[in-house]
């Protein structure tokens, strides 16, 4: 177990528990992707967390197979399920770095509030890239840290070693932006609501 999977789950509680910091940019999200949907599509979350937004999807789409690092998280996600009677949503302990997933075998990946807190978010877009079908979709809301908290990343090593974060990847939203295109996206809708806010991308697998 890493120093950020025991970070996360001791804290998993707590996070279930807290309220969203933003609410109306968060509907934002939710509604614009939503526009993405269908009923048939076949949908990878990665960093689910507690499960709140694949739930919160779930009757879009087909099915949705959500993962998180956090054993905790994910207790706690699959208790939602139950409670609310929802059986399309797979949630499973699981990275993208082990996931067994074929090639273009999704229609849609959702990667929210995660690729800042992985190691290497260029690898894991590559991955993503690789499992989606020819025009699926790539969605995520992504804390640029980068863009207004360049100094953040001076404090980094102190608060790791004192646990009082997980690993946090400093980088800007151009930065990400380029990453996707790189890789191969395009780019079709980007908003930051402002500076010191994740942006939020949704890009697509030509096809």
Known sequence: MTQSTKFWDKIAEKYAKQPIADEAAYQKKLAVT???LRPDMEVLEIGCGTGATALLHAPYVKHIRAI?????MIAIAQGKAEAE????????????????MPD?????VLALSI????RDKEAAIARVYQMLKPGGIFVTSTACIGDAMGWFKLIVP???????????????????ADSLTNTGFE????????????VFI?????G
Do not use: C, M
């Open 115 to 118: 690729l800042h807190l992985l």
């Open 104 to 108: 273009q075998s999704r229609d849609a």
């Open 158 to 176: 102190i608060g790791r070693f004192l646990g009082f974060f997980p690993f946090v990847a400093v980088f800007t939203s151009q930065a990400l």
């Open 85 to 100: 009677h929802i059986d399309n949503v797979t949630f499973e302990q699981a990275t993208i770095e082990d996931l067994d």
């Open 187 to 198: 780019l079709d809708y980007q908003w930051q609501p402002s500076q010191d806010k994740a």
């Open 34 to 36: 939503r526009d993405y």
């Open 202 to 206: 949704v890009a697509k697998k030509p």
């Open 68 to 72: 998180d690092f956090s054993e905790n």
